[in-house]
Every structure is written in structure tokens, then in C-alpha cells.
């Protein structure tokens, strides 16, 4: 097993992105100038983020044969990503996710999974000697969540730390739960798990206790602006964030999420882990796009010293 190694399973979306000054009710029509594409997708935005932040990963994802597939893929070479791994859908086109960006920096994402739905059990079969030689698995739910609970399985059983960002929100099962290593909800995740409104720091701890007491081993909420709580093993800990002129929200998860899994690998704690991905999110909200914003280790750095010198 290569400790430092980290395997991301999970989704490659076109992000189709509009920036307006407030997100449109139902039957509202809003006029707004500013529109770009960017590669998206949960699965490969966080390992964009691991490469960037200087881990070694690899990447598995199903694309369609299309335009959108052969970018991503010369994109993830690019970013020294291992994508020997990644499949083609001859049915199913490449996921699009189309995004609405207001003036605050928040969103609004509707995502077409295309051949992200598509990526199965049987398709991974190729992949477990991946995920035997690796240190960290890191999933999200843009693919089927019955891949998620077989892939989870398969790496608790080998002993491989088992990542889960449970975004989109849904419903998970007990089984599930008992697989992973960390669970990184956020507000809305959090509150869906535990069946209680999460608004504050002080609803976010009792989120995140009565998610530990499903089986969860630890469970780290993200807060936005308000920092991180840390249910680890049963002991509650707040990480805060440094303050920052949001401009887009868009993959700052994902970012955490990479983020946290580099430093981990690294050997930090768990704490640390969250302080260093708190830092790296905390740049992506102050950049348009998703993989766009996603910082490079030497930024992050050089982030940390700017700060340390104030």
C-alpha cells in the first residue's frame, strides 16, 4: 500500500455557468451578460484539487465519446493526473452541470449525469488493485450510489481510508455509514443526515454528533464563512475560517475535499487536515469557476505567509 496515494472516484461534468445578479424564481426571466464554460464535476474537481495541492492521484470516471470527453482527458493530463483508469460511454454523452452565480457568490446547479450514471459495479472490477496499492479513497454521489457503497466497501475491508463528500444530499444507509473513515457534509447535508435544521456552529456540532452516532467514525460539516466542525471520534472541535470577499462558491466543497485527503496523505491530523483545507477553499471562493479557482500548492503557501506576516 502506497500511503500517499489517493484514489478519487466520482464525476466529470461540463459546468455551464452564468454570472447574474440574483439567482431567477420559477418563470422569472433574467438578462445577464456574463456566461463561460469551465470542466466541472465533483469527482474531478477534487482531484484537480489533489494534484494542484501536490498529491498523487488517480482518477476514475466514465466520460462520454464526445468533445466534452477528449477535453477532459487532455485536461487531466495536463494536471498530471493518472487517468489510465477513466472509461467511454459509446451511449451516453458527458455530464453538463448548468450554473447560476449570483452577486453574493452563491449558486444554483442542475447537473445532466449523462455517463456519470453509467459507471457502475461491473466497470470498477479493473480498478480494485487502484484502490488496494492506495492510501485514501475519496468519493461524492454524482455517480450511482450503488458504486459508492461497493467501492466503500471494498476499501474498508482493505484497510484504505475511506473519504465521502455526500453531495448531492440524499439519503444514506447504515451500511454505508459504517464504511467510512470521514464524512464531509455540508449545512444542508449535515441536516438531512441528522434530521435537524442546520443553521450555526452550535446546531452543526449537534449535526455532526448525531451523524457519528450512525456508525460514522468522524464527521467534519463545513460552514462556509463560519469554519468547520470536527466530530472526531466523539470529541467536538471548531476550525475556523479566514475572512474573505466571496465571488463564487462554486467547488469550494470539492476543494476542501482535496485538500483535506493531500494533507492526510501527508500524515497530518485530522485537525490539521481541516485547517489546511479551510485555507484552500477559502482561496476558490475569491475565483469564477469551478476547476478554475482551485489553487496550486505554491499559492496556498504563499497564502499562508501573507497571513502569518499581517
Request: hydrophobic share 45%; aromatic share 4%.
Amino acid at each position: 500500500m502506497n500511503s500517499k496515494k489517493i484514489v478519487v472516484i466520482g464525476s466529470s461534468n461540463m459546468d455551464m455557468v452564468v454570472k447574474t445578479d440574483h439567482i431567477p424564481v420559477p418563470g422569472e426571466t433574467v438578462l445577464s451578460g456574463s456566461f463561460f464554460m469551465n470542466a466541472g464535476g465533483k469527482g474531478a474537481n477534487q482531484a484537480v484539487a489533489v494534484a494542484r495541492l501536490g498529491g498523487e492521484v488517480v482518477f476514475i470516471s466514465k466520460l462520454g465519446n464526445d468533445l466534452f470527453g477528449k477535453q477532459f482527458s487532455q485536461l487531466f493530463n495536463h494536471e498530471g493526473i493518472d487517468t489510465r483508469l477513466i472509461q467511454y460511454d459509446e451511449s451516453l454523452p458527458s455530464g453538463v452541470a448548468l450554473i447560476t452565480v449570483d452577486k453574493a457568490g452563491e449558486n444554483s446547479i442542475v447537473v445532466a449525469s449523462g455517463a456519470n450514471a453509467n459507471l457502475h459495479n461491473k466497470d470498477l472490477e479493473g480498478a480494485l488493485p487502484a484502490i488496494d496499492g492506495a492510501g485514501i479513497l475519496l468519493l461524492q454521489l454524482e455517480i450511482p450510489i450503488d458504486t459508492v457503497s461497493y467501492v466503500a466497501a471494498y476499501a474498508a475491508d482493505r484497510r484504505v481510508r475511506v473519504i465521502l463528500n455526500p453531495a448531492p444530499a440524499q439519503v444514506l444507509g447504515a451500511e454505508l455509514l459504517a464504511r467510512i473513515d470521514i464524512l464531509t457534509p455540508n449545512k444542508t447535508e449535515a441536516g438531512m443526515l441528522a434530521g435537524i435544521e442546520v443553521s450555526n456552529l452550535e446546531t452543526a456540532s449537534a449535526a455532526a454528533r448525531i451523524i457519528c452516532g450512525k456508525g460514522v467514525k468522524n464527521v467534519v460539516v463545513t460552514m462556509g464563512s463560519l469554519g468547520a466542525v470536527i466530530c472526531e471520534e466523539g470529541e467536538l472541535s471548531v476550525q475556523s475560517v479566514r475572512k474573505v470577499e466571496t465571488v463564487d462558491s462554486t467547488a469550494a466543497g470539492d476543494v476542501f475535499n482535496g485538500a483535506l485527503a493531500v494533507a492526510l496523505a501527508e500524515g497530518k491530523t485530522l485537525k490539521e487536515a481541516v485547517a489546511f483545507a479551510c485555507d484552500a477553499a477559502s482561496i476558490s471562493v475569491t475565483r469564477l469557476g469551478a476547476q478554475s479557482s482551485i489553487p496550486y500548492r505554491n499559492e496556498l503557501i504563499a497564502s499562508q505567509l501573507e497571513l502569518a506576516g499581517a
